[in-house]
């Protein structure tokens, strides 16, 4: 007879997780994905990819400039939301220790070096260094998510880790010192993100699904867009990009702080529409969204080199008819990247197992088990 844990997900009443009495897995459970985690990654994923692609299409178009700053004002945030929540059982054990090496780090190293080389081609600069200490492009995501998880003990120690993250983001806009090492200023600006993402439990995600909920997220997101459209030449839209101080900027210091507080609480309100018309069951990409880190660090080769080759350069692609099918060709290229294939052809350099570079231990071996998908 095998005994069953009911754990709670957004996207359904409940799972029944059967156990396995073999005594060699004792309380091993078997663990299923969330339908709606996976949803929400590979849209996410998407609306990364789409948003690079709208990129070189931003002068002079008004309606571009404004879905590009409406999308880059949740993407981001939604993705980091997700790592932050998924990040809660981080405690620096030897297996999440592990696991943080050979999911963030390897890929980082990896993939920082191969864009490196690849910017040399197709920027033609032969002398730019390699160098792991300056994040190239895509890249920082993975340099800000290690510095994020490892303090993850801290923030659930601390009193009011959120208002914490929060002071720490706004005083980040007034510190242009702080330089590009690991692109810090990124990795501090959206720090409260993932803080937040660290505070949800599954009760707020099951909240965001509620049918009034979803009905209201539809005017919101149509206001938020014509809201985009009259600040486009009104505001810097560089604010949700979160890479620089307001110094930088060209702003008076007390912007910065003033900015990080309006952006985030916009940011939440998208992403709260957004993750309320995510399907909570399964769909035909469900299955994407446990391939979306090869589809985030494979499609920015893809997305360089149609600048380099002049895919852009046609007059018609600054059309409306341009912008469908750059956003066509975006959907699908990360669409094809996220494939389970795709995944495995990849795993050597963004999901390696290692197990030569590591101790065996039990507390390792326990650990792991338990790891988060």
Known sequence: ???????????????????????????????????????????AIVLVAVGHAWEPLRQGSRAVTALYMLVYAFHMPAFIIVSGYFSRTFDGSPARLKRLVTGVVVP????????????????QDPDRPVSLLDPLYLTWFLAALFVWRLT??????????????????????????????????????????????????????RLLRRREVRILAVPVAV???????????????????????????GVP????????LAVFGCSLVLVGCFLAWVPGRRTWFTVLGAGTLSGYLLHGFVAQV????????PAWVRGPAGVIAATLVAAVVVTALCTPSVRRVFRCVTEPGMT????????S??????AAP
Request: net charge positive.
């Open 108 to 123: 980082y190293v990896v993939f920082e070096t191969a864009y490196t080389l690849f910017t040399r081609w197709t920027s």
């Open 1 to 43: 007879m095998s005994d069953t844990v009911i754990t709670a997900r957004p996207g359904a009443e409940a799972t029944r997780v059967a156990r396995t009495q073999e005594p060699d897995a004792a309380s091993r459970p078997v663990r299923t994905r969330d339908a709606f985690f996976d949803n929400a990654k590979y849209l």
């Open 356 to 363: 030569w570079a590591f101790r065996d231990t039990v507390g």
């Open 306 to 313: 149609a600048k380099y080759w002049g895919w852009y350069e």
């Open 223 to 249: 206001c938020a867009l014509g809201v985009a459209y009259w600040a486009v030449p009104r505001m810097d839209y560089a604010w949700f990009f979160h890479a620089g101080s307001a110094r930088e900027l």
């Open 152 to 205: 993850t003990p801290v923030w659930r120690l601390v009193r009011w880790p959120l208002p914490l993250a929060l002071v720490i983001a706004m005083l980040a806009t007034t510190a242009p010192s702080i330089g590009h090492d690991l692109d810090l200023q990124r990795t501090l600006q959206f720090l409260p993100y993932f803080v937040f993402g660290l505070l949800l439990r599954p009760e707020h995600f």
């Open 253 to 260: 210091l007390w912007y910065g702080p003033l900015m990080t």
């Open 365 to 370: 071996r326990a650990g792991a088990r338990r």
